[in-house]
């Protein structure tokens, strides 16, 4: 066990390297001077050039990417062009509120896609069934930006039934920061108003980044059942006199979930990709808003940062979820 | 074959290929072409799906639309899947550390969300259609290497590979006629499924402003510019969502159909 945990941090660390030279590798790819965007438009030649220096940017390439990756192991992902603060300090602001869009928005495909995709498979071929397929098919196709656009225009500027874009209201003040995301600062406060509001917030940007995770675990659940519900020992199960229920829940979804457990641990990433475009349209401060505008100013090293902090959320989510995996079910990793 | 929606997938694709092939035809008037008078017309019998706001015809817009949709696909996909399945033949068939380095940098690609690599590569690179595509297939070829890789590693020992090397058949020979012709089938599922996920990758690219710039009559382009219309002029936003709807759904039937032709546990 501790040998597989260790390959799968080693393996995670090779990754990170690999990720940092990329990160590095597009920001050489700019046809912009970093020191000259940071200086300004009214610096001087000789200014730029000494804040070249300064910035090491007059060094070969090798020696500029290992002084890069000396300073990310300190945490230090430079300064950002536009907002003029270290990278990491803007994105630790901006991280917690993709982190809690995106918990929420797992929250809604799981609580809407395992329920679903098990009832579809029950009854296979049923209205229910073709209903569910036509569900999950729509949720893979869509554009999720139109989604987005759709949800907002309607529940928002038309019934008024939720409130409009950020993450509260804006005559009411954020929880003091301990996680960073907002309904959890507010309830461990017992801020219940701002629980609410930044609640409420949420219910639309969540549902519009969680349908496309909402139709790939309905479609996983829903052939997972299908598969077990074949199996020999559930039709002893059935043989047995055992009532629907027990058999359901006790021998089928027992065994299908596995899969569906890997899948939620997979969109994780998707989530991520998901939420520049949720986050562009809800006008939601996190980390895909941040690299929008980042890319948009062409503030380079804020792009670095969030492509770097990105790459870093999705393998390590996914080493946990293989450690855990490994944990619960001593079957799994027969390589 | 029982399950109609393969069916329904390739006739969807069809009617798309076909409205985007004889798009000059069809389009009643130039998809660029301004008429401030007819401005933010609702669909009807001067104008089948409306007109924008500068007033140029949405249908005319989704017909050339179409071939810009169907060009991404076959473009990135095409390309992707070329490299991706090099990368995956040689490295199932030659293992050993060349596998290893491979397999790992498809690892380190596979660490990033795609689309904000690609919107990262796209944004340094310029944003235009053609860089978009760029940052897509850089996104996208990795999944061609693994899956390439998986299933000649499993074929390579399989014997009628053995046999052509015990005949002295050379590598090159090996790979080309025999490895490569028995990966295709996973290939196309592969390829179907990601046609749909590219044409929404370029479009959202476009939506946010680094893939296709105005006016191109690109369907994500056209949603940006209809965003502000969307409870009182809903056709500007719906009619291109609906036609990347139908056309990512034709892809992903079709993927469907074919995996279940393919896979014999389903095929019942």
Partial sequence: MLRFILRRLIGLMLVMAGVSVITFALAQLVPVDPAAAALGQNAREEQIAAYRAELGLDRPVVEQYLRYVGRVLQGDLGNSIRTRRPVADDLRDFLPATIELSLAALLVSVLLGIPLGMLASMRRNGVVDAGARVFALAGGSMPIFYVGLLVLGLFYRQLRWFPGPGRLDTILTAPAHITGMYTIDALLAGN??????????????????????TAVLLRMTRSAMLEVLQQDYVRTAKAKGLSRQVVIWGHVLKNALPPVLTTVGLTFGSLLSGAVLTETIFNWPGLGRYATTSVTTLDFPAVMGVTLVAAIVYPTVNTLVDIGYRMVDPRVGVE | MKDPTMLVGLALLLIFTLLALFAPILSPVDPIQQNIQASLTAPGKDFLLGTDKLGRDILSRILFGARISLFVGLAVVGGAGLFGSVVGLFAGYTRGWADEVLMRVTDIFFAFPSLILAMAIAGALGPSLRNALIAVAVVSWPVYARLIRGQVLVLREQEFVQAARAIGAPSLRIVLRHLLPNTLAPLLVQASFD???????????SFIGFGAQPPTPEWGVMISEGRNYITTQWWLTAVPAAAILLLVAAFNLIGDGLRDLLDPRLRK
């Avoid at chain 1, 219940?192 to 995770?213: C, E, K, M």
């Fill in chain 1, 192 to 213: 219940w108003p701002i629980f609410q509001n930044s609640l409420y917030h949420l219910v639309l940007p969540a549902a519009t980044l969680g349908y496309f995770s």
């Fill in chain 2, 195 to 205: 046609m749909g996920a590219v044409i929404l990758s370029v479009a959202g690219l």
